[in-house]
Each structure stands twice: as structure tokens, then as C-alpha cells.
């Protein structure tokens, strides 16, 4: 064949020609093919409902697509003598290109001659015209096929005679929520992560405790307006982080006198449990809260790992109540939502356990969600916590004030390390130095600097002076009453007598404005505390 160059080119064409019909029509057949099967498969899914959600728009592309690769599978490429019968057939040459493949293996002086003649034809004999590709038709067809199959996989409908397909869609739904609930935990780990919830105070509170004790220490004695300045600018800004703090959700929550009524959760022997919980809240402790939180994790291991039905069956009744109780006690009385919200994630994953085949899943989410609500927890106690300690941030400012205004107020006698606490103490000392500083020079020795004659100096209860007693024991006694209603805390019933009750109220009405004078109630509270009072009297009437 190499020496005749015209007649190999000619065959080599209508070789890969014959090759290209051949798998058009191939990949045509098998289409139709998968189409049909396509079909049944969609039918008997949707109508039976067992398959039908494996159907989507996009799986009809496989029908041709496979199509295809079945066709190159199966096709061969056709052979010269294959190509030159095409030519023969077409040309109606009487075989002279068979012939003509066949030369090198056979013997003849009529070799030139078969060769010179097919030379001759060849530049004049067209490929296209021996093999014309006809594959318009059968695309066309495949094409309708295609359409239909995407037709019925939109429209037809999806019976449900076995209750399979509800239960695919309720196990993809909850599969769903876990992996949204596994997001929010860990959108929710990355921002506690950037708080410090095991510290005493929050970083708000601190940086403004801190401000307030270097200013405390810059007081100068003789320097009174300015001592008055700075201590007016420190309680500007301590009163507007409690005002903010104060209207938070949680701070009303764990202020509000709902939690001095019976609380409505659990069982009777579990309610001194809540209300120990609360009082620890107002404290700015969640140590029965934790504990509750890493019982809930050691059942959750036992959960994991019985395979008796009936323990089974216990542990999850049990956690779920547990889960519910915390997170109706998070919400209801703590007012914390992000604590509520966390709980509410480890209900639902609790939920999804009873899913077969999510198991794992869920219990993973569920371990996640309970991490958070710890974290949940601390941040709470560390916002009670900041509210005490603002609380006495401003009773310190107003014994600063107190001292300024006698001329007292000396940040030299103070220690560079002492703290507020420390400040208090000795503030106080010398508000009670104030009350009874004696006089110098030679006296009788009544507490004064200077040379007495020493001895038991001779009392009178009975004489009355000009002192005033600022921290008489009603007024504490009112002041402690107040400070309580306050911080809100939980009084078991029966605690407090109806007499007693009205006896207090009355006298604490009587003497309302210099109780909150004396307890350094921030202004914007102390309307709200008299309707306050007005409510009281009006229940106990």
C-alpha cells in the first residue's frame, strides 16, 4: 500500500469515517437504551416512593453521557479491506480497492496494472460521499429523550404508600439541623474564646475598677475640687456600665421579684435545687449549675455505651428532662438567651439520637451544645459578679465624696498594691476617726494626742450631744433589707411573718429617701424602687 499513496490516503479517510458512523450509531442504541431503563426507574420510584428521591434534574445527563461510554466501549475501528469494500460498494469498481489491499500478500504480474488503475480513481472518489454521516436524526431523537426524562423527573409526583419518603425527608431535615447547630457551636466557642469567663470580672468592668483605684490613689488632700472632679468622672462612668448592665435581660431576670414566688420547674425535691441555683447566680457562682451540666455528660457516656433497652430507655427519659428543666430555668428565671439557646441545641441533637443513623452524629453535636452552655454559664456568673462589684465601686465613691468634703481624701496614705477592698476598709476607718477625733494638749485623756491622766472616761447613754448617727441601727437594718431587694434574692416561704412584713414596709416608707441616699442607689432607680414599695404595700393590703 505504501506504493500507492493516493489509494492509502483515500482508505485511511473513509477508515476513520466508517469508525465515526459506527460509534453515532452505537452511542444512538445505547441511549435509547438507558433512556428506557431511565424511565422505569423514575416510575416505579416515584410511585412506590422506595427510590424516587434519587431522581434529580441533573442525573438525566448520565443517559447519554453513559451512552457515550458504552459506545466507545464496545466499538471497534474498522479495517482497510473494511474501508476498501465501502469504496468498492460506493464506487461500483468491482472490488478493485479489496483487490488492492490484498496486493502485498499476493503474487501477480497484474500488481501495476490494479495499482495504476486505483491511483488513477482515488484523487476523484470524496470520503464523505462513500460514508456520509447521518447523525442528525438520532440526535434529534435523543435530544426528545432527554427532554421527556427531564420532564418526568420535574413533574411527576412522589407517592408515598410504604411512609419511606417521609421518613428520608425527616432524617435529611434533622441531619441538616445537626450540622447548622454544629456551625452556631463553633461560631459561639470562637467568640467565648475571646472572653475570659473564669475571671472575677469582665474586661469592661475591670479596665473601669482599675481606672478608679489609680484615680483613687491620685487624690490629693487640700485639693478638693479636683479630687471632686476626678471622683465625679469615675462615677459617671461606673453608673453608666450599671445602668447597662442593670437592663440586660439577665441582670432584670435575676433582679425581678418573680423568683421570689415558687419556682415551676421539676419536681417539688428538685425546686431547692433551682432556687440554690439562682441564689449562686445572684452570687455570681454556677457551681450546681455545672454540677448539673457534667451529670448530664457522664449519662450521656452511659447512654453510649449500655445496650440494655430498658437502661437505654431510662437514661435518655432522664436527660431530656434534665436538658428541658435547664433550659426553662435559663430562659424563665436566669433570663439568659444565649444559655437558653445552647440548651435548646442539645435538646434537639437529643432528639435526632432516636434517628437511626444519626446516633453518632448527635451525640457529638449534644456533647458540643452542652460545652457551650457551661461556657454560657460562667459568662452569666461573671455579669453577676461585675454587677456586685460596680455595686460597690460606687458605695466606695461615695465615701470617697464623703471624705473629700472634710478634706480627708489623701491617695499618698494609700499603698500602691492595696485594692478597692482595701481602699473600703481604711476609708472607712477613717470616716469612724471622723465621728470622735479628740482634742490636743494636755487633757484628761479622752483620746486625743497629748499627755492624759489615763483611766475609764466616765459615760452617760443618757447625754445628748450634737452627734448625729449616720448608720443608726434601723437605718442598717432597713439598708440591709433594701440592699437584699436589690441583689434579688430567694427567701423560703414562711420566712418572714405578716406582722414583721408590714412593720418593715412601714418603716422602710418612712425612712425611703435616706435609706437610698445612705445605700448609693443610682439615681435612675430610686423612682422605680418607691412604685416599687407602693406595689408592696398594695399586695400586702
Not at 404508600?161 to 459561639?188: T, W
Not at 451540666?293 to 435518655?316: G, H, N, Q, Y
Request: net charge negative.
Amino acid at each position: 500500500m505504501s506504493n500507492f499513496p493516493n489509494s492509502q490516503k483515500l482508505l485511511q479517510w473513509v477508515q476513520s469515517r466508517l469508525y465515526m458512523d459506527r460509534l453515532v450509531q452505537r452511542c444512538f442504541w445505547f441511549t435509547m437504551v438507558l433512556a428506557g431503563m431511565y424511565l422505569a426507574g423514575l416510575l416505579g420510584g416515584r410511585l412506590t416512593g422506595l427510590w424516587g428521591m434519587w431522581f434529580e434534574p441533573w442525573t438525566v445527563a448520565l443517559v447519554p453521557g453513559l451512552g457515550v461510554i458504552g459506545a466507545l466501549l464496545v466499538s471497534t475501528r474498522p479495517t482497510l479491506g473494511e474501508a476498501a469494500h465501502a469504496v468498492d460498494v460506493q464506487q461500483s469498481t468491482k472490488d478493485l480497492y479489496l483487490t488492492l489491499t490484498m496486493l502485498d500478500d499476493s503474487p501477480g504480474e497484474y500488481k501495476p496494472l490494479v495499482g495504476r488503475e486505483a491511483e488513477g480513481r482515488a484523487p476523484r472518489i470524496i470520503p464523505k460521499n462513500v460514508v456520509p454521516l447521518q447523525w442528525e436524526r438520532q440526535g434529534l431523537i435523543s435530544f426528545a429523550a432527554a427532554l421527556v426524562l427531564v420532564l418526568g423527573v420535574v413533574f411527576i409526583p412522589t407517592l408515598d404508600p410504604f411512609g419511606k419518603v417521609a421518613e428520608a425527608n425527616q432524617l435529611n431535615d434533622q441531619r441538616k439541623l445537626l450540622e447548622d447547630d454544629k456551625k452556631i457551636n463553633e461560631l459561639r466557642k470562637a467568640q467565648l474564646a475571646q472572653k475570659d469567663t473564669e475571671a472575677d470580672n469582665s474586661d469592661e468592668v475591670q479596665q473601669a475598677l482599675e481606672a478608679l483605684k489609680l484615680g483613687l490613689s491620685k487624690m490629693k488632700k487640700g485639693d478638693r475640687k479636683a479630687n471632686a472632679d476626678r471622683i465625679k468622672e469615675h462615677q459617671e462612668e461606673l453608673t453608666t456600665i450599671y445602668k447597662d448592665r442593670m437592663n440586660s435581660s439577665e441582670m432584670k431576670k435575676l433582679g425581678s421579684s418573680e423568683l421570689w414566688a415558687d419556682q415551676k420547674l421539676g419536681a417539688t425535691g428538685d425546686q431547692d435545687m433551682f432556687r440554690k441555683m439562682t441564689k449562686e447566680l445572684q452570687q455570681g457562682s454556677t457551681e450546681t449549675m455545672q454540677h448539673q451540666m457534667e451529670e448530664l455528660k457522664d449519662k450521656l457516656e452511659r447512654l453510649a455505651k449500655t445496650s440494655d433497652p430498658v437502661e437505654k430507655s431510662k437514661l435518655e427519659r432522664e436527660v431530656q428532662k434534665q436538658i428541658q428543666e435547664l433550659s426553662d430555668f435559663a430562659g424563665n428565671k436566669a433570663g439568659s438567651q444565649a444559655l437558653q439557646a445552647a440548651l435548646e441545641r442539645a435538646q434537639s441533637a437529643m432528639d435526632s439520637m432516636k434517628q437511626e443513623g444519626l446516633s453518632k452524629e448527635a451525640m457529638e453535636a449534644l456533647k458540643e451544645s452542652l460545652d457551650v452552655a457551661q461556657q454560657e454559664a460562667q459568662l452569666l456568673a461573671q455579669a453577676a459578679r461585675d454587677m456586685k462589684s460596680l455595686d460597690e465601686a460606687l458605695g466606695l465613691i461615695s465615701q470617697a465624696k464623703s471624705l473629700n468634703a472634710d478634706d480627708q481624701l489623701d491617695g499618698e496614705m494609700m499603698a500602691g498594691n492595696m485594692t478597692l477592698e482595701d481602699y473600703e476598709e481604711m476609708y472607712a476607718q477613717l470616716m469612724g476617726m471622723q465621728s470622735g477625733q479628740g482634742g490636743e494638749g494636755d487633757g484628761e485623756g479622752t483620746g486625743g494626742r497629748g499627755m492624759g491622766e489615763g483611766g475609764n472616761v466616765p459615760e452617760d447613754d443618757d447625754a445628748k450631744t450634737d452627734f448625729v448617727d449616720e448608720q443608726s441601727k434601723s437605718q442598717i437594718q432597713q439598708g440591709k433589707i433594701l440592699l437584699s431587694l436589690k441583689t434579688k434574692g430567694l427567701s423560703d416561704s414562711g420566712d418572714v411573718k405578716d406582722e414583721e412584713y408590714v412593720k418593715v414596709l412601714g418603716d422602710l416608707k418612712q425612712n425611703i429617701e435616706q435609706v437610698i441616699e445612705q445605700e448609693q442607689i443610682p439615681p435612675g432607680y430610686t423612682e422605680g424602687i418607691k412604685k416599687y414599695f407602693d406595689t408592696l404595700e398594695s399586695k400586702g393590703e
